[in-house]
């Protein structure tokens, strides 16, 4: 199975440490998402939602493991318990807000990903269908009390 990137992001997070942990961490930084022009017709209608999911390549992650480290405990998780890009498929995801489309060109907020990651799909993001309100915070409810993400 081979990914061909549809695209490129721009953000201004050029290193790990100058990056959110989650974009929701940054929810006003500015971002945009270049679509190649072979795919920018699959983007029409993509502005009448208010927020999307961006799906990308971590493509500067360096091999995957099994378990890994998180910022919020000193306790390893399995990498499938986690966000973090050391996977065996380093493939990011982020919920960000859709501020405009100019043509092929996306303007968002709340992105994580570096400058010049590629970009692998787009899909909406549809409350309806995304949003479970009994979902459960996992082992992070036990970090920060009450499974949230903070800051």
Do not use: C
Request: hydrophobic fraction near 40%.
């Amino acid at each position: 199975m081979t990914f061909k990137p549809i695209g490129v992001i721009h953000s201004p997070y050029f290193s790990k440490k100058a990056a959110p942990r989650q974009g929701r961490l940054a929810p006003e930084v500015a971002s945009t998402i270049v679509v190649e022009a072979a795919f920018a017709a699959g983007l029409e209608d993509i502005e009448t939602f208010s927020h999307i999911i961006v799906l990308f390549a971590f493509d500067q992650s360096r091999g995957w493991s099994d378990t890994v480290k998180t910022p919020w405990e000193e306790k390893r998780h399995g990498v499938f318990a986690t966000r973090s890009s050391r996977r065996p498929n380093p493939i990011g995801m982020t919920v960000v807000k859709l501020i405009k489309r100019d043509g092929a060109t996306l303007h968002v907020q709340g992105l994580d990903a570096f400058d010049g990651t590629p970009l692998l799909d787009l899909k909406p993001y549809v409350p309806k269908f995304d949003r479970i309100e009994e979902a459960g915070g996992g082992w992070l409810r036990a970090a920060d009390g009450d499974g949230e993400v903070k800051k």
